[in-house]
């Protein structure tokens, strides 16, 4: 008995499992080489000035399988399902890294484009701001989404990290749909050019877990 308890015992820690499916995922011209993506990995993109990191985290799951002793197949199953509330409205997540200092950020001239219809963010909050390697700064986060009318974010010092959630009153686009972010009148570094257009496409994710 002893024997088949402890089989029992090394088979499932010798389980997992692997999930698959496709994520929007942004870039700037030219499109790089992308073929494959972990889930969760942060995106950075190089603009004039600043890096930026752009997520819809609007993931769909297309497939899962589960594997013994991590050879082994036990289970299949090929379905398509988001993995967000289906009745939530778009939100992005934009964190901006300034590479000079004294930039600024006015969420309400953002635009974000699906399938060629234009959407104002509906709400912002300013999630943290930290610098690389030390603890967030103490109040330097919005409790509340606030409106975006009128506000105008300071970006004050080089390779901070600031970081936002913009809310959109339209359902959160699949990563099939026609998606496109204009930041070149919302974040302003000062002696650079502005942002160029965001795109975005849909690419395949994995996952493995144990």
């Given at each position: 008995?002893?024997?088949?308890?402890?089989?029992?015992?090394?088979?499932?820690?010798?389980?997992?499992?692997y999930?698959?499916?496709?994520?929007?995922?942004?870039?700037?011209?030219?499109?790089?080489?992308?073929?494959?993506?972990?889930?969760?990995?942060?995106?950075?993109?190089?603009?004039?000035?600043?890096?930026?990191r752009?997520?819809?985290?609007?993931?769909?799951?297309h497939?899962?399988?589960?594997?013994?002793?991590?050879?082994?197949?036990?289970?299949?199953?090929?379905?398509?399902?988001?993995l967000?509330?289906?009745?939530?409205?778009?939100?992005?997540?934009?964190?901006?890294?300034?590479?000079?200092?004294?930039?600024?950020?006015?969420?309400?001239?953002?635009?974000?484009?699906?399938?060629g219809?234009?959407?104002?963010?509906?709400?912002?909050?300013?999630?943290?701001?930290?610098?690389?390697?030390?603890?967030?700064?103490?109040?330097?986060?919005?409790?509340e989404?606030?409106?975006?009318g009128?506000?105008?974010?300071?970006?004050?010092?080089?390779?901070?990290?600031?970081?936002?959630?913009?809310?959109?009153?339209?359902?959160?686009?699949?990563?099939?749909?026609d998606?496109?972010?204009?930041?070149?009148?919302?974040?302003?570094?000062?002696?650079q050019?502005?942002?160029?257009?965001?795109?975005?496409?849909?690419?395949?994710?994995?996952?493995?877990?144990?």
């Open positions: 008995m002893s024997r088949l308890l402890l089989l029992f015992c090394v088979l499932l820690a010798g389980c997992a499992g999930r698959y499916g496709e994520v929007s995922h942004a870039y700037v011209e030219p499109a790089p080489a992308v073929a494959t993506v972990v889930r969760g990995r942060q995106n950075w993109l190089e603009v004039p000035g600043a890096r930026v752009v997520e819809l985290s609007n993931e769909v799951q497939s899962e399988h589960q594997v013994m002793l991590f050879i082994v197949p036990v289970m299949y199953d090929p379905i398509d399902k988001p967000y509330q289906a009745g939530q409205g778009a939100r992005l997540l934009l964190e901006i890294s300034p590479l000079a200092g004294a930039a600024s950020f006015r969420p309400e001239q953002v635009a974000l484009s699906i399938d219809h234009e959407h104002r963010p509906a709400g912002v909050q300013q999630q943290v701001v930290f610098d690389p390697g030390r603890y967030p700064l103490e109040g330097a986060r919005d409790a989404e606030r409106a975006p009128g506000l105008d974010y300071a970006l004050q010092r080089a390779e901070r990290h600031y970081q936002f959630w913009l809310r959109f009153d339209a359902p959160m686009p699949a990563p099939s749909q998606i496109r972010l204009d930041l070149s009148r919302a974040l302003r570094v000062p002696g050019p502005p942002v160029p257009l965001i795109r975005f496409r849909p690419v395949p994710w994995k996952q493995g877990y144990t």
